[in-house]
T-cell receptor, first 118, second 112 residues
């Protein structure tokens, strides 16, 4: 069974703290993503990575950075947490490998990390 | 960039009724349109998708239709059941699959 694991389901941090959100996938996927989920706003892409050490900004990268040192692991870093970063963070992965009729593009999501910044 | 709008934000139906969720997109280059279902406490999961060379796709009680000219696509759920209660997201992307643009979500409540 495919699996994307986010290390922390719930975190409470203080303003100004450095926060690490970890994500690991066991499907050998090339692509990994970090999304932020807020009510009424859907899922917004923060960063994605299509290969080890490669990263690209999504739609809301400000205040965040990422790290991908190994293919299976993608970390989201909040250098100095602020209250407006209180949110649900979702990690996802997908494959670019073609099979059968072509790339499926399916995103596999973790269960999310709910971050509260006080 | 792409802009995906999704309606309604909440939908309440009686068990056995049909439910329809609609999305519009702005970028004519988008050619792959998945739908994701998010149950409480879980991450979203793909339930059905459609590519731009197809007008309709069906999988048991769920179906998706696509109107490329009008740039809108819809999710249809027939004979709804309580386990269909969840938040549904539509999305649009191009075939490079690097950037998915999601709608704002629809919370579906199926009343027994």
């Amino acid at each position: 069974d495919v699996k994307v694991t986010q290390s922390s389901r719930y975190l409470v941090k203080r303003t100004g703290e450095k926060v690490f959100l970890e994500c690991v996938q066991d499907m050998d996927h090339e692509n990994m993503f970090w999304y932020r989920q807020d009510p009424g706003l859907g899922l917004r892409l923060i960063y994605f990575s299509y290969d080890v050490k490669m990263k690209e900004k999504g739609d809301i990268p400000e205040g965040y950075s990422v790290s991908r040192e190994k293919k299976e692991r993608f970390s989201l870093i909040l250098e100095s947490a602020s209250t407006n970063q209180t949110s649900m963070y979702l990690c996802a992965s997908s494959s670019t490998s073609k099979s059968g009729t072509g790339n499926t593009g399916e995103l596999f999501f973790g269960e999310g990390s709910r971050l509260t910044v006080l | 960039g792409e802009n995906v709008e999704q309606h309604p934000s909440t939908l309440s139906v009686q068990e056995g009724d049909s439910a329809v969720i609609k999305c519009t997109y702005s970028d004519s280059a988008s050619n792959y349109f998945p739908w994701y279902k998010q149950e409480l406490g879980k991450g979203p999961q793909l339930i059905i998708d459609i590519r731009s060379n197809v007008g309709e796709k069906k999988d048991q009680r769920i179906a998706v239709t696509l109107n490329k000219t009008a740039k809108h696509f819809s999710l249809h759920i027939t004979e709804t059941q309580p386990e269909d209660s969840a938040v549904y997201f539509c999305a649009a992307t191009t075939y490079n699959f690097n950037k998915f643009y999601f709608g704002s979500g629809t919370k579906l409540n199926v009343k027994p």
